[in-house]
Nanobody, 124 residues
Framework: VQLQASGGGLVQAGDSLRLSCVASGLTWVTFASYAMGWFRQTPGKEREFVAALRRDKPQYADSVKGRITISRDNLKNTVYLQMDSLKPEDSAVYYC?????????????????WGRGTLVTVSS
């Protein structure tokens, strides 16, 4: 299974971005059974949980709740992260991850597959 994240870029505070992550090497049926998560990391800090989607049950970090929405299109093997009202503190490399167990954990070590990340920079 390979994950490819895209959609990052340089934006201003208050703008929106939509990140995408496409999974390859598995059928859409298998993809649909996986929980998908988004994490982010800044230099010198640990990778932190942003959002996860277990089937149709999303969960979010408190720091992004109300501004970020995770969704998925199983037929396209794709998970999305819609980010609105972006803040400079949202600047990070964003990683998508897949959890074969389907639990939708907030823990990094629960995820089996990781993409390479896409950089989001929010200027003030």
């Amino acid at each position: 299974v390979q994950l490819q994240a895209s959609g990052g870029g340089l934006v201003q505070a208050g703008d929106s971005l939509r990140l995408s992550c496409v999974a390859s090497g598995l059928t859409w049926v298998t993809f649909a059974s996986y929980a998908m998560g988004w994490f982010r990391q800044t230099p010198g800090k640990e990778r932190e949980f942003v959002a996860a989607l277990r089937r149709d049950k999303p969960q979010y970090a408190d720091s992004v709740k109300g501004r970020i929405t995770i969704s998925r299109d199983n037929l396209k093997n794709t998970v999305y992260l819609q980010m609105d009202s972006l803040k400079p503190e949202d600047s990070a490399v964003y990683y998508c991850a897949a959890e074969a167990g389907g639990g939708g954990s907030r823990r990094n070590d629960a995820y089996d597959y990781w993409g390479r990340g896409t950089l989001v920079t929010v200027s003030s």
